[in-house]
């Protein structure tokens, strides 16, 4: 059987009550977010250099186009 969806579910059940429910080891759960952190790191570097690339960019803000097949490539290349 796989892994649940989410090894750490975080709920709410007033202003002073926070449950967390853990659904895997601490280890996993390390390596699950070590996993996710790269991949948006990977993300954020694509379309930053998208935005980058565009001469009329704002510094604050830039619309960039991207398709999967770009987001694949830059997953494989790292």
Do not use: C, Q
């Amino acid at each position: 059987m796989g892994r649940p969806a989410a090894l750490l579910e975080v709920g709410y059940t007033g202003r002073d009550h926070t449950p967390v429910r853990v659904s895997g080891s601490w280890t996993e759960i390390l390596e699950l977010s070590a996993v996710r952190n790269a991949a948006a790191a990977v993300l954020v570097d694509l379309l930053m250099t998208k935005a980058k690339a565009k001469p009329d960019t704002e510094a604050t803000l830039a619309l960039v186009d991207f398709g999967e097949a770009e987001v694949m490539e830059a997953f494989r290349a790292t």
